[in-house]
């Protein structure tokens, strides 16, 4: 996979605002090139947020004109939401879309597909979106095991920690 990344080859799911190419007999990547319907979805988030308007009213917008989410949810409690603030602030975040390469969270070079933010561009983004003042560590330990991964079998909610009696001895 490293040596793919290094060559800017796409890995994994498709990414929102781009279509793969293959070779209709061998089913090879030919090339990867921007979608003519997405890929104007993806830059006009970009602007909207470097023009200074939020992750929700961007997700709202989106969601009013009928814009197809990047991708479904599986969850059973989290479907039909649409775009979310925070499928906002993901995508933009994505170096995909500057037209480099990600392995294992470091970006490790130039992608073979077109960029669809420049990359000045992209990054200003990412300042504006997490500003470094405001940078928070993820380093804490987890109190409870499965916390925020575990569903409910049944109705497919978000199980969560709670005290039983609320601690009395009775």
């Not at 909207?48 to 009928?66: H, M, S, W």
């Not at 775009?83 to 480099?100: D, F, N, S």
């Amino acid at each position: 996979m490293r040596s793919n990344a290094e060559k800017g080859r796409p890995h994994g799911k498709k990414i929102y605002g781009y279509k793969r190419i293959k070779d209709s007999e061998t089913g090879a990547l030919v090339r990867v090139e921007s979608h003519v319907v997405q890929a104007p979805i993806v830059q006009e988030a970009a602007r909207r947020i470097l023009a200074g308007e939020t992750f929700y009213a961007v997700a709202q917008d989106f969601n009013e004109r009928g814009i197809p989410p990047r991708r479904e949810t599986r969850k059973a409690h989290r479907q039909g939401l649409g775009w979310t603030p925070a499928a906002i602030k993901q995508m933009l975040t994505m170096p995909a879309y500057a037209a480099k390469r990600q392995h294992q969270g470091e970006i490790i070079g130039d992608a073979i597909w077109p960029s669809l933010i420049e990359l000045d561009t992209w990054e200003k983004l990412q300042i504006i979106m997490s500003p470094p003042e405001r940078k928070r560590t993820n380093d804490w330990p987890a109190r409870h095991l499965l916390t925020g991964i575990a569903v409910c079998g049944v109705c497919g909610a978000a199980m969560r920690i709670g005290k039983q009696n609320a601690g009395r001895t009775e």
